[in-house]
T-cell receptor, first 115, second 111 residues
């Protein structure tokens, strides 16, 4: 099946710094990618929809200046957590929609810990 | 009322038993129905993908969609300890990018 690669899988950073997470579709082109956040024992929460070549669409309550999303190519979307704080510590997951079937494939997730 | 309701469990079954999971939903526009499996500290992986009503079988897994009742099910036959994971249902409307997720159902298969 289609593969979505997410990097890094784990990152620890100091409060106030910025962290970039990459999401790549390895064997298909994804015009649309999604970014989710998952708290322990909770379901996935959609943060934003990333469309190649245009601005991301953020869900209500998600700060667009804090969570910068760039979808520069059909195979890469990035999420940058700016000026990270401990409350930003979470599991961030991306997904990409395969164009022909419409199936959604997820990355392995990135665990962010802000000290 | 939430868009998707899924009893979070947990559900413990002995090895070899049939696991039965289900979700209900309220949005009649949903046409794509998915089940994801998520192991601890990993991202969700797609298990089953169904368009509209009907049944779909893949190995030990069977997905059922009943749009008239707004009810979907996942059955796992001959369950194995390796099936122990959280199972999430998800659905979307045609032409929409966002998925509505259930809370997830933790399943434990006891050897």
């Amino acid at each position: 099946g289609a593969v979505v690669s997410q990097h890094p899988s784990r990152v620890i950073c100091k409060s106030g710094t910025s962290v970039k997470i990459e999401c790549r579709s390895l064997d298909f082109q994804a015009t649309t990618m999604f970014w989710y956040r998952q708290f322990p024992k909770k379901s996935l929460m959609l943060m934003a929809t990333s469309n190649e070549g245009s601005k991301a669409t953020y869900e209500q309550g998600v700060e667009k200046d804090k969570f910068l999303i760039n979808h520069a190519s059909l195979t890469l979307s990035t999420l940058t957590v700016t000026s990270a704080h401990p409350e930003d510590s979470s599991f961030y997951i991306c997904s990409a929609r395969e164009g022909n079937t419409g199936e959604l494939f997820f990355g392995e997730g990135s665990r962010l810990t802000v000290l | 009322q939430k868009e998707v309701e899924q009893d979070p469990g947990p559900l413990s079954v002995p090895e070899g038993a049939i696991v039965s999971l289900n979700c209900t939903y309220s949005n009649s526009a949903f046409q794509y129905f998915m089940w994801y499996r998520q192991y601890s500290r990993k991202g969700p992986e797609l298990l089953m993908y169904t368009y509209s009503s009907g049944n779909k079988e893949d190995g030990r897994f069977t997905a059922q969609v009943d749009k008239s009742s707004k009810y979907i099910s996942l059955f796992i036959r001959d369950s194995q300890p390796s099936d122990s994971a959280t199972y999430l249902c998800a659905m979307s409307a045609a032409g929409e990018g966002r998925l509505a997720f259930g809370k997830g159902n933790q399943v434990v298969v006891i050897p």
